[in-house]
T-cell receptor, first 110, second 120 residues
């Protein structure tokens, strides 16, 4: 079983739609959580950190459920420019490394 | 551009050849990471430096792989006797666990554009 699991998609949604991605992680000692965005043939870029209390950045909302070990990302009012792969990322202090999920591909259509 | 840079951006080599990649981190960042990413997968951690010390190595890093950061600035990743299975994107990231970092205990990692390796 992978340490961080995501539905690979693709999620095909029309502009303006709301879309949600979930991610599960297996290491209960994981301490920090993130969503990264990766455009085709580009490097991953930090989209937002994920806190237990939940956090929002414009149209993006991230939530963490430690008890169930899952992380979610909600995108409201999807734009064409949101088309990308969204990587769920978990950080463990013990190894000082990021562990990435396989990514969920989003395609927003006009 | 003051971001992480990597060189070369693309490398095509024949099986059995040695290749070396370079990463220049953001100048004030003392932590440097190497990851490997294959098509359709997320990046996988390979190794981590704090200054010139290599503190973590993944079991993915076989004895054909070696990474150095001799002066605590740029880093090189060498692959000896390349195999077709080494074909991937090799990503470098850097971070600085200092004031102004993201909330929590984790310093934000900034990625370079990657070196795409193709082994024929």
């Amino acid at each position: 079983r992978k340490e961080v699991e995501q539905d690979p998609g693709p999620f095909n949604v029309p502009e303006g739609a709301t879309v949600a991605f979930n991610c599960t992680y297996s290491n209960s000692a994981s301490q920090s959580f993130f969503w990264y965005r990766q455009d085709c043939r580009k490097e991953p870029k930090l989209l937002m950190s994920v806190y237990s209390s939940g956090n929002e950045d414009g149209r993006f909302t991230a939530q963490l459920n430690r008890a169930s070990q899952y992380i979610s990302l909600l995108i409201r009012d999807s734009k064409l420019s949101d088309s990308a792969t969204y990587l769920c990322v978990v950080y463990n202090n013990a190894g000082n490394m990021l562990t990435f999920g396989g990514g969920t591909r989003l395609m927003v259509k006009p | 551009d003051t971001g992480v840079s990597q060189d070369p951006r693309h490398k095509i080599t024949k099986r059995g050849q040695n290749v070396t990649f370079r990463c220049d981190p953001i100048s004030e960042h003392n932590r440097l990471y190497w990851y490997r990413q294959t098509l359709g997968q997320g990046p996988e951690f390979l190794t981590y430096f704090q200054n010139e010390a290599q503190l973590e190595k993944s079991r993915l890093l076989s004895d054909r792989f070696s990474a150095e950061r001799p002066k605590g600035s740029f880093s090189t990743l060498e692959i000896q006797r390349t195999e077709q299975g080494d074909s991937a994107m090799y990503l470098c990231a850097s971070s600085y666990p200092g004031p102004g970092r993201s909330r929590g205990n984790t310093d934000t990692q900034y990625f370079g554009p990657g070196t795409r390796l193709t082994v024929l």
